[in-house]
């Protein structure tokens, strides 16, 4: 596995609506996309810093895995994902050396990309996500 690049930094919110007004009147940074995932009981929001995005995840769910995430750790950043080429060799590869994966193999997230995680347990405590985007 190589990854190319940092795809994004995923933070978790509790109100996606303050957040984003945040990041555009502070920080100065436009939203350019907002995207629910209802397989995933979240709502997204995209911000581009440089060549990396940041991802404002807020649940739509009581039960979802942000609200969750939040419920036990509080807001703040929920996962990094690294951009791979051939993410299901990628995934495999991470099992082959001892990496436990939350997705069995890739599925979709936002923005159309092919997605798994990482489990938090074997990658030092930070939630890791795989990104491959196949329409390039």
Not at 71 to 86: D, P, S
Not at 96 to 113: N, S, W
Request: proline residues 3%; hydrophobic residues 40%; contains cysteine.
């Amino acid at each position: 596995m190589q990854p190319t690049h940092i795809e994004h930094i995923g933070i978790a919110v509790k109100n996606l609506q303050e957040s984003v007004r945040f990041y555009e009147e502070v920080l100065g940074l436009e939203c350019y996309n907002f995207e629910e995932i209802a397989d995933q009981k979240v709502r997204t929001a995209f911000f581009m810093v440089g060549q990396t995005k940041i991802e404002l995840l807020e649940s739509t769910e009581n039960d979802g895995p942000v609200a969750k995430f939040i419920a036990k750790k509080g807001e703040g950043i929920h996962h990094i994902a690294y951009a791979v080429k051939g993410i299901e060799k990628a995934l495999e590869h991470a099992r082959e050396k001892g990496v436990e994966t939350i997705d069995a193999r890739p599925r979709k997230g936002a923005e159309g990309l092919d997605i798994a995680f990482l489990h938090p347990k074997s990658t030092f405590g930070v939630l890791t996500e795989l990104c491959e985007d196949k329409s390039k």
